[in-house]
Structures are given as C-alpha cells and as structure tokens.
C-alpha cells in the first residue's frame, strides 16, 4: 500500500472584506440608478415646464417647487389644501399658479359680495355724494312764435320773407341758454322749444293760439321751474323803436330786474328807446298766467330798419343775451 503523503489543496481563504464589497455595490448601483432616474425627471421637467435655453435655472427651479408651495400656503394664496395639492401632484408649477390666482378671486369675489351686503350703508353715502348738483334756480325760456306761426316777417321787393320773427326769436332763446352757461351754471336754462315747431303740432287746423299759449305756460309747473321769460321781437309805424319789457305790477322781483336789465342793455348801446309796461293796461297770456316772475322781452322794431340790423346780427344778438344772462343771474344771486 502506497502511503500518500501528499497533502490535501488547501482552499484559498475567504475575505471577511469580501462580504462587505457586495452591499457597497448593491447600494451604489442603486445610488447611480435613483439619481439618473432623478437627474433624467429634472431635464424632463426642465425642457417641458421651463425654458430649454436655461436648463441650470429649471433645475433650481424645479428642486424649489415644494418650498414656494409652502410659502404660497403660509401667505394665503392657497385656499383649499386638498385642491392645491391635487394639483401639485397633477400639474406643472405655471398650472399651479393659475389655479391658486382662480382660487383667489373666486375669494375675493364672496368677500366683496359679503362686503356690500354688510356695508350697504356706506355705499348709500357714496352714492349720496355722487349726485349732480341741484340748481339754485331755473329759468324757462320761451321763444315766441314757431312752426306755423311766424310771427312778424319782413318781406323783400317781391314778397319773398326775408326775416321771420320766430326765427330770430329761437336764435335769441339758444345764446341766453349758452351765456347762462358760462356765466352761472348754478341757474338752469330750459327752452320752450329748440326748433322750429309749435306745440300743438304744425296743422292749420289743430293750431289755437290760447291752446298754444296754455301748453307753453304749463310747461312751468311741468318743469319746475322758478322764472318765465318770453322773448319776441316787435312791430310798428316807421318812427317806432327800442326795447318794450312787460312785466305784472304785482311781481317785484320782475319790476326790479326789468330796470337792471335797461342798463345792462344801455351799456352796450343797444337802444336809446326804452319802457317797462304791466299787464294791467295790456294784459298778456304768458305773463299774468304762468305763476312765477314772469317778464316778455320785446327785444326791437322789425319794421325800424336800425332795431332790425341789430336783431339780425349774430354777434351783436349775442352780447345782448350776455347782458339779458346776467340781469338774471344778478337778480337771482341777491334774491337768495
């Protein structure tokens, strides 16, 4: 028997640093795997949710979005939790923002409502101070004549009208209401009419001159109004001329302004000719029946060829109505 002497392989002994090799791998594999997968999320959400021309700033953007979230929550931009998170998890950053804005208004929206429901006195207040101004006086202008009815017409070689009453009439009516205007527009001016039309319509045979009358000094109850003035221009012989004011003898405040309004039309020369009469010796529809200071303007002679070329003067009507504007607004002021 052959004694073998020979002595066994001895194995190669194990590392205990073999043991730990294999871990360090399995978690530095799973390292390098977790952060390509997040680097790879970031330059997804970078080049979809961000500016592909600025990649270092989506990054930092994106790695922030939880801590703006927290901060929009602690300053009151996120109302509903559940929906802000939802749509954390559901949409990109910019969907978030409008989300939260929407949120907002609709807020802002229930709190308004809430706030005029609560305050509805304060808004009265406001409402209150907004109002336009009452004026301190109205004066209703009546253009005399209209439509149908002429009035007083100068009629040329062939007996064509040249000037018709009413026409110079109305165009007095509308410069009285411009001058008051711009010298007190604390006094309302309205107008009987401005055209050329009468009241009861431009048929022959519906047209009454009382009906007409009655319709016009109506208006002054209709419109509140607190003076009547009726302006017109005037005929006559050849040798008459001048300025005519008609006023009621019971009406002080007419008579005083009647000798306001003289001077003031005698400081620019108008007429050297002037008188007041009262309706006791000429009584007159629209003076003694409209309930207020009442005054008719004759304003000229159409038929005296000097009273006629002032009247149809446009500027020299003008500065009449100026003077006219401001006897009123005078008389007024001193009357309150």
């Not at 910019?94 to 208004?105: A, G, K």
């Not at 109305?170 to 008051?180: C, D, Q, R, S, T």
């Not at 050849?238 to 302004?257: A, H, I, K, M």
């Not at 008188?275 to 309930?291: F, Q, R």
Request: with cysteine.
């Amino acid at each position: 028997m052959v004694e073998n002497n020979s002595q066994p392989l001895n194995k190669r002994p194990r590392k205990k640093k073999r043991r730990l090799r294999k871990p360090i791998r399995i978690f530095l594999w799973c390292l390098g795997i977790g952060s390509t997968l997040s680097f790879g999320n970031y330059v997804v959400k970078a080049f979809t949710a961000q500016d592909p021309g600025n990649l270092v700033a989506a990054l930092v953007t994106n790695q922030n979005d939880h801590s703006q979230v927290n901060e929009q929550q602690a300053s009151g931009f996120i109302q509903d939790s559940q929906s802000a998170n939802s749509t954390l998890l559901d949409e990109s950053k910019d969907d978030l923002t409008t989300t939260s804005s929407d949120i907002n208004s609709d807020q802002s929206n229930a709190n308004g409502n809430n706030d005029i429901a609560n305050n509805s006195s304060d808004l009265e207040v406001v409402n209150e101070s907004a109002k336009v101004t009452e004026p301190i006086a109205t004066i209703l202008v009546d253009a005399g004549h209209g439509g149908i009815d002429p009035g007083m017409t100068v009629f040329d070689e062939a007996g064509q009208p040249v000037w018709m009453e009413k026409n110079i009439n109305l165009n007095a009516a509308l410069k009285f209401k411009e001058a008051m205007a711009w010298i007190n527009p604390e006094i309302r001016v309205l107008l009987v009419r401005d055209g050329d039309f009468a009241t009861t319509g431009d048929s022959f045979e519906n047209y009454s001159e009382v009906t007409e009358l009655t319709n016009r000094t109506n208006m002054v109850s209709a419109y509140g109004a607190n003076y009547y003035l009726s302006l017109h221009c005037n005929s006559g012989g050849s040798s008459q001329s001048g300025v005519e004011l008609y006023v009621r003898s019971n009406d002080p405040f007419s008579n005083t302004l009647a000798e306001n309004v003289f001077q003031a039309f005698g400081a620019i020369g108008w007429s050297d000719h002037q008188s007041v009469i009262t309706t006791d010796s000429h009584p007159l529809h629209v003076v003694d029946l409209a309930g207020v200071p009442s005054m008719l303007v004759e304003m000229g002679y159409m038929t005296d060829p000097e009273d006629l070329a002032q009247l149809v003067d446009d500027q020299q009507l003008t500065t009449l109505m100026e003077q006219l504007a401001a006897a009123y607004s005078e008389m007024i002021l001193s009357s309150k």
